[in-house]
Nanobody
């Protein structure tokens, strides 16, 4: 059974860092694009980043602060988050889609097949 499990969330102060992990089981990540999304209370789920062979995309709000990566040997994807701000507070989800990240559609949640359960990130002083 295909499953994604996020971990690494927590409570941090502004300016600090966190690294989120997305561990896959039941399938291998290397043939999939991996997206990170987040959802704050009362807001829609929004795209944060996407990685696939040859392509990486970031939302404007996180460019220069977040870095997406993957370790195919460990079947895990990561989101390194630096210089965190209170507005980064949200539940963070990873998701996968077949193929590659497309500039046109990576932000569209409907194109992703599998989703994790989410991990809470809270940035507060």
């Amino acid at each position: 059974q295909a499953q994604l499990v996020e971990s690494g969330g927590g409570l941090v102060q502004p300016g600090e860092s966190l690294r989120l992990s997305c561990a896959a089981s039941g399938f291998t990540l290397d043939s999939y694009a991996i997206g990170w999304f987040r959802q704050a209370p009362g807001k829609e789920r929004e795209g944060v980043s996407c990685i696939s062979a040859y392509y990486r995309y970031y939302a404007d709000s996180v460019k220069g602060r977040f870095t997406i990566s993957r370790d195919n040997a460990n079947n895990t994807a990561y989101l390194q988050m630096n210089s965190l701000k209170p507005e980064d507070t949200a539940v963070y989800y990873c998701a996968t889609k077949a193929g590659y990240c497309s500039r046109r559609e990576w932000l569209n949640t409907a194109v992703y097949d599998y989703w994790g359960q989410g991990t809470q990130v809270t940035v507060s002083s």
